[in-house]
């Protein structure tokens, strides 16, 4: 029997599909499926992403062919073009990207097909196959990132040397996305690049049309957004580098020298960078000194989360803290592959403090892992006690974090219990705001 996902922390394909096109600028999705895929996980979305909000033709106003039981017998592709021209009819938009629920992928609906006639009428349609059984939120962000660099970015022999593309970070499942990608691309405008992020502040279309200009990807993920970086370097030949998502002082330098070793970038332009920003940045922690000592704030820690935010955080805990990330949960479901990739990620964190590390899905086994790694009393005469203790995850851990007596700050999809605008945790700026927070909720009830 097939093992079930208890409380997932992600949507199926098709949600991580609308997730993405939704927060692109001038994209209007439409989804091909069957009536209620839109509403589920629109609620998904706009409830647990720091109530995100519906936004430009999204949420309940969704188009939707919305196919019932003749379209599932007869085929829905008409019942598809009729919705694709009333959409274009009733709602402004730049380009119209369709997406697919499982029922119409299972009976063979070709929505692409469908979305190429209207294409060769020079209609700015695009489609892609993201029936929800083909995986998760990723997989979904991933075929739609895939199905743009092929059929919407405009191919460009020439290249400019100071421009670069940015992805990696899945806007909603990163529920802090818009913030850290403003806090990289202000990071990498003082090395003197101009970054298109396609997803954050300030961005249009036409940045992502001509995104074929740039001299190189950068990938701030070892596994998402991957797959679409080698069909962009196919398509238009332009390389990638994966530096991997960065939160304080020690893995934002290490990005930077990545990124700047891949642009070539002068060694006295990358240095001023890093000296500049970290002397912003402990100029402020110095300050936490004091307090961090006197108060004894430093804590055990449980880290949950996806492979991005995961590593990321604990090598801050470790590294900038000097805390002690026991036990980290990654949450994505991998095959061994992916798996080795990364937790390579833990093993070079400048403190030489190495966590433990596994990868389930399943909200309930967190405090299982945690008895594996840290065993319980005994009713031993001498115990060592994990504790004091500090738990980031997501909303769905809260009840965990509890039963071990944990401070706990939402960090990771799902976040039902914060109002999240523009905050960012990337980078030295965003990790100060992560200070903040934590320290804030330890000192709170003084």
């Known amino acids: 029997m097939n093992k079930y996902i208890e409380r997932p922390r992600y949507l199926c394909t098709l949600g991580g599909a609308v997730g993405t096109i939704k927060v692109l600028p001038g994209v209007i999705p439409v989804i091909h499926a069957a009536a209620g895929c839109g509403g589920n996980f629109t609620n998904a979305m706009n409830g647990a992403a720091g109530y995100l909000g519906s936004g430009y033709c999204a949420g309940q106003a969704l188009p939707s062919s919305n196919v019932y039981e003749k379209d599932i017998v007869f085929g829905g592709e008409e019942r598809l073009a009729e919705q694709i021209s009333t959409t274009m009819e009733v709602i402004d938009g730049e380009l119209y990207f369709v997406v697919t629920g499982c029922m119409v992928d299972i009976i063979g609906d070709d929505a692409v097909a469908v979305a190429n006639r209207f294409r060769q009428d020079g209609k700015p349609v695009i489609a892609a196959e993201t029936g ?253 006690s994990f504790s004091p203790a500090f738990v980031l995850g997501s909303s769905l851990d809260r009840d965990f974090a509890n039963s071990i007596g944990a401070t706990h700050l939402s960090v990771s999809y799902p976040i039902s219990n914060r109002v999240v605008l523009d905050r960012g945790y990337v980078g030295y700026r965003g990790a100060l705001s992560l200070v903040e927070d934590i320290f804030g909720l330890l000192v709170g009830g003084r």
């Open 132 to 384: 929800g059984f083909k995986g998760n939120s990723y997989t979904g962000y991933d075929l739609v990132l895939s199905r743009l660099f092929t059929d919407f970015v405009e191919k460009n022999p020439v290249k400019e040397k100071n421009t670069v593309n940015l992805w990696g970070i899945v806007p909603i499942e990163d529920v802090f996305w818009k913030g850290d990608l403003a806090i990289l691309k202000a990071l990498l405008g003082k090395l003197g690049y101009q970054v298109n992020t396609f997803f954050g502040e300030g961005e249009t279309l036409a940045n992502l049309k001509n995104a074929a200009a740039a001299s190189l990807n950068i990938i701030v993920s070892d596994v998402y957004g991957v797959e679409p970086a080698k069909i962009f370097e196919e398509t238009h030949g332009v390389p990638y580098i994966i530096a991997p998502l960065p939160i304080g002082s020690a893995a934002t330098e290490q990005f930077l020298r990545t990124v700047s070793a891949a642009l070539n970038v002068e060694k006295a332009v990358t240095e001023q960078v890093v000296a500049e920003e970290k002397s912003r940045y402990w100029s402020y922690l110095e300050r936490l000194a004091d307090v961090a000592s006197d108060l004894d704030l430093q804590r055990y820690s449980v880290v949950v989360g996806d492979s991005n935010y995961a590593p990321a955080l604990a090598r801050f805990l470790a590294d900038d803290l000097g805390w002690l990330p026991e036990l980290v949960v990654i949450t994505d479901d991998f095959e061994e592959e992916k798996q080795q990739l990364v937790t390579a990620r833990f093993d070079n964190f400048t403190s030489g403090f190495r966590p433990k590390v596994v990868f389930d899905t399943d909200t309930s086994n967190v405090d299982k892992h945690l008895a594996a790694t840290w065993p319980r009393n005994n009713n031993d005469r001498y115990f060592d």
